[in-house]
């Protein structure tokens, strides 16, 4: 397990970077111990990456850094069960085709499957879902390796305290190893993607929320258009969209020339209320029905930033107006449009649905433009109604806030001065957020 030369790191989105002193690629959680013991010894803090996902530097050290590339083994399956355990470095699309494979499947995700399994969980990501949770409510059990260099587990009924902190840990109580989920049996989803006005979306959200096992909408500022998707369970067949509505529709439209119409937007602010109204036109209705994650996710290539802030799901719709007329008081230009779903309570202690059905807002900007004002404006809005920020997602709040945001945030606090007293695992990010 020989160290990398040191290079910098750099995340997805390009907006944070590290150089660390040190760069390993471990392959098996014996070789993290190693890691982490000699890390110790040289006075070295340390951060395992995953693929860069994060807007925040939740991820950099100056120490460290280790690499996930070799923890990706698939340790076991128990169909009977759904019990699954993988490697940390597992990336989400790879678990995804080798739970097909076993007939199994996660109960909810995300958008994006190119994430490390670690580097999702730790920062808490989430789907939508009416019932189903995020996917921290999906894992049964954790590995991981502590500041002491011992490797432990940990479950509901081994540890609990360190399960239900370490889920959504941020890396901050140790090195997770490998996951074990819960999985369920591989299910097909029927997606109803439609265009809808902005005053009928608002005024139905009940109905939408409450109707649908997965429900999402996209607002495009500067226009009265959104774009709706309802995804429920169905016995099947199977209608997946044709090679080529999905190459037109999900690549070409989406990735390519949302691209090029980010380019033109960024160097001509102007434009972009026209080219926000164009899209919204262009909006068509389509319904398919295909295996859970191929549903779930889509490829998202145009690079941006984005921040991401969880409210008490029955504060949404003054919310969204009340940001949207900040858009218009503020004469914004926003390209991107904005991300609205909803989640059921969570127990994972810095889960940003945590104890409380929660609505999802995010907003984005291209990689390249300025997004400090807008971001900042629209965290003055959501912060009063009890926000919460995504983990790895930029927001400015410190611990001071979040300590009245999370109600077991003291106890995760008290847990890692037990845990990680010397902060073998701090960088940056976890100062501002957890403190010294």
């Known amino acids: ?12 989105a390009g907006n944070q970077r590290a150089t660390p002193r040190r ?11 190693t890691a982490v013991e000699a890390a110790a010894g040289a006075g070295l803090t340390v951060r395992m990456t995953g693929t860069g996902h994060s807007f925040t530097d939740a991820a950099a050290t100056e120490g460290l850094l280790l690499r996930p590339e070799g923890l990706t083994e698939l340790r076991s399956v128990d169909t009977a069960t759904g019990l699954v355990t993988a490697e940390a470095g597992m990336p989400l699309k790879v ?33 939508t879902g009416r019932d189903a949770a995020g996917l921290v409510s999906q894992i049964a059990g954790l590995e991981l390796v502590l500041a002491d260099g011992s490797l432990v587990t940990c479950s509901r009924e ?36 439609a265009p809808m006005r902005w005053d009928e979306v608002l005024g139905r959200l009940e109905e939408f929320a409450v109707g649908n096992e997965h429900f999402e909408f996209y607002w495009f500022p500067h226009t009265d258009g959104c774009l709706t998707k309802r995804n429920n369970r169905v016995p099947g067949p199977a209608e997946p969209l044709g090679r080529f509505r999905h190459w037109l529709d999900d690549e070409f439209l989406s990735n390519s ?28 209705a389509r319904t398919y029905t295909d295996v859970s994650y191929k549903v779930f996710t889509s490829p998202r290539r145009v690079r941006f930033k984005e921040q991401e802030y969880a409210i008490p799901r029955e504060e949404l719709a003054g919310a969204l107006r009340e940001v949207r007329a900040l858009i218009e008081r503020r004469s914004w230009r926003i390209s991107f449009p904005i991300e609205v779903r909803l989640l ?28 400090e004002e ?33 109600p077991r945030f003291g106890d995760f606090l008290a847990l890692r001065d037990r845990l990680d007293p010397e902060r073998r695992f701090a960088n940056r990010y976890l100062t501002q957020v957890l403190g010294a």
């Open 1 to 12: 397990m020989p160290p990398v030369t040191p290079q910098t790191w750099r995340n997805w």
């Open 158 to 193: 081994e540890r609990p305290e360190l399960f239900d902190a370490a889920r959504a840990g941020l890396g901050a109580l140790g090195i997770v190893t490998a996951i074990t989920w819960q999985t369920v049996p591989a299910f097909l989803l029927q997606a109803r993607e």
């Open 344 to 371: 059921p309570p969570e127990d994972a202690w810095l889960s940003m649905a945590y104890g409380r059905d929660s609505a999802f807002i995010s907003i984005q900007v291209y990689h390249a433009a300025p997004h």
């Open 374 to 406: 807008y971001f900042r404006g629209v965290e003055e809005i959501l912060t009063p109604l009890g926000g919460r920020p995504h983990w790895g997602k930029l927001h400015t709040h410190d611990a001071s806030y979040l300590e009245g945001a999370y």
């Open 95 to 127: 678990l995804n085709e080798q739970l097909a494979a076993h007939g199994l499947a996660l109960a909810n995700m995300g958008d994006i499957q190119e994430q490390t399994l670690a580097g999702a969980t730790q920062t808490a990501t989430h789907g």
């Open 23 to 33: 760069v390993v690629t471990p392959r098996s959680a014996a070789d993290v111990v």
């Open 257 to 284: 020339v949302f691209e090029v119409a980010n380019r033109v937007a960024h160097r001509l602010p102007a434009t972009i209320p026209t080219i926000n109204g164009v899209s919204t036109r262009a909006l068509g």
